[in-house]
């Protein structure tokens, strides 16, 4: 492989292009370069603390009148320069492509043959194993041959197994050298524009990257779900039109999806973040029914006919509409993270397991609304501002059809910008992750366990009591709004990755879940299944996923 290399010549080797190199290392040695290294040492001097004040000032002085001579030098050479990368990257890629078509020829003559060995040593090792085999049966017999033959069973799965690692190593050398000497080019090339990337070059070293990284098991391992359900998805789209349902892929339909699934996005981001903490949250239903009842009373277009623990009726109509709002939102968001904090406080600070907290408030709502309003509901909200934050913009018609985007989607990305906001750049989102994948060592490196649980819990608290306020301007509220919703905020968490196991998954993870079961739900509808078939899609799709989750989660083990 040497001689090969030697005739084509590495880039590394090259005479021609170490002069280009070179002449743009003294094109740029006193003019941009000079310019960068110029203005780190002014940061240095500025940071440092050995440094009198005065003296700082000079040598900040002084590396400014360089930096402008060192911009001069840099405007007189910028065209020489820019021409000269020009030259020399044209011909590094004309010498490497030829060079990098060589490598992997004798790359690709190297795995045939280590393949051809693999095969022939896995022959030869059965071979030699039958024929200590039948060496045994001769020799020994009863116990002894059960022993003996259960004894050349083991060392021939060992030896199997030193063959296939012997071969996955030499298999992946040659891999190796292929993806180092692609990469060596593209350095190479950066380089050459002094540290300036090309998009395409770039695009080109994510594919190397990912198929240098691709491995089928893996990628079905972690896609696996997502391609059977967008399986099912295609199929529901082929089918629809033959049942006579019409076209279950339209801009209608679609964005009756994103309503449906735009207040359901609030309560998995609020469980998401509990999740991710190792826990759940078995109180999100009771949360939506208290907050969507509260803002119910107060929206209501008239005298209410609910009494709360027999107090009223209430009557909110004197109130200024923008007054109301506020009020219903204030106390919404207020109740849901009154209860969401006295389970949070059981679990930070007893570590009571989160089921258990949320599950304990849950009930307590539970009694508290129903008792105070005798299940019976508090009726629609006000037409008026019912459309305005709950209606739908009028888009205009397609295909003879009126299209209109839903309200609702506007607060829901919102809600999702906030959360991925928090969750990547926060520093109280690191400590999420921290504290959800070890505790321990978290509470070691200095973070608060309890602050950060407490935390997560009154966040949970604040998506819940925005969602719950949306809630209300879709359906009439009562104390049995919100039933099951926990659990589909639960799985859509699981189905977007977020592991039960504490401290993996992404934002766009749950996201991608709540569309996913709103999807499927609207699906099945659509196609007429039975509501009570539709739970069995559903729980097979959360098995599925907590399966996957198990395995990926023991693998890492």
């Known amino acids: 492989m040497n001689k090969n290399k030697t005739e084509l010549v590495a880039l590394d080797d090259d005479k021609k292009l170490n002069d280009y190199i070179n002449q743009l290392d003294n094109l740029r040695c006193e003019g941009v370069n000079k310019v960068l290294e110029l203005k780190q040492e002014i940061v240095a001097v500025k940071k440092s603390k ?44 004309t010498i490497s492509n030829e060079y990098l078509k060589k490598v992997n020829a004798i790359e690709n003559e ?49 030896t199997l197994f030193d063959a296939k690692n012997k071969f996955t190593s030499r298999i992946g050398a040659c891999k190796d050298t292929k993806h180092t000497e692609f990469v060596n080019h593209i350095q190479t090339n950066i380089s050459l524009r002094n540290n300036k990337t090309k998009f395409s070059e770039n695009a080109q070293l994510a594919v190397k990257n990912y198929l240098y990284n691709f491995a089928a098991s893996k990628f079905f391992l972690q ?23 019409g076209h279950l892929l339209t801009l209608p339909n679609i964005f009756t999806i994103l ?23 078995l109180s999100v239903g009771r949360m939506v029914a208290l907050g969507s009842v509260t803002t119910g009373l107060i929206l209501h277009p008239s005298v209410n006919i609910v009494t709360m623990f027999s107090l009223g009726p209430w009557d909110f ?47 307590i709502i539970y009694g508290l609304l129903f008792f105070g309003t005798s299940g019976t ?52 989102g690191k400590n999420i992750f921290a504290v959800g994948g070890n505790p321990e060592a978290a509470s070691v490196s200095g973070i608060s366990v309890f602050k950060v649980t407490l ?67 609207y699906c099945l509808t659509f196609l007429g299944i039975d509501s009570n078939l539709q739970f069995v899609f559903k729980g097979l799709i959360i098995i599925a996923a907590v399966s996957l989750d198990s395995f990926k989660y023991l693998k890492r083990k």
Request: proline share 2%; with cysteine.
């Open 455 to 521: 935390g997560v819990f009154i966040m949970a608290g604040v998506f819940y009591g925005f969602g719950a306020f949306f809630e209300a301007f879709r359906a009439n509220a009562s104390a049995g709004t919100g039933q099951g919703y926990e659990l589909d905020a639960i799985a859509a968490c699981v189905v977007g990755g977020i592991s039960f196991f504490g401290g993996i998954g992404k934002i766009q993870g749950a996201v991608a879940g709540v569309l996913i079961f709103t999807g499927l739900t």
């Open 377 to 428: 509901p508090v009726g629609s909200i006000d037409s008026g501002i019912k459309d305005v934050l709950g209606g739908r913009w009028i888009l205009g018609f397609v295909n003879g059809e009126l299209v209109t985007f839903p309200k609702l989607i506007v607060p829901a990305i919102i809600a999702i910008f906030v959360a991925w906001f928090i969750w990547n750049k926060t520093t109280f």
């Open 110 to 158: 190297k795995i045939a043959k280590a393949k051809k060995d693999y095969v022939a040593e896995i022959q030869n090792i059965k071979k030699a194993s039958i024929e200590k085999k039948e060496q045994l049966q001769k020799k020994y017999s009863g116990k002894d041959l059960e022993f003996e033959l259960h004894a050349n069973k083991v060392e021939l799965n060992a």
């Open 259 to 281: 309503e449906q699934s735009s207040t359901r996005m609030f309560y998995a981001l609020g469980v998401a973040g509990l999740i991710l903490l190792a826990g759940t949250d």
């Open 317 to 363: 109509t004197a109130m200024p509409m923008t007054a109301r709002v506020i009020l219903a939102l204030v106390l919404s968001i207020t109740l849901c993270v009154a209860f969401s904090a006295f389970a949070g406080f059981f679990s930070a600070k007893l570590k009571i397991h989160p089921f258990i907290s949320t599950l304990a408030t849950q009930l």
């Open 50 to 93: 050995m440094i009198e004040q005065d003296e700082k000032a000079k040598l900040i002085a002084d590396y400014q009148k360089q930096i402008i001579v060192a911009k001069e030098i840099a405007l007189k050479n910028k065209a020489k320069d820019a021409k000269l990368t020009k030259e020399a990257v044209k011909y590094s890629n």
């Open 223 to 245: 896609n696996g779900l997502y391609i059977a359900i967008l399986i099912f998805f295609i199929v529901c789209i082929i089918i629809a039109p033959m049942h006579g349902n």
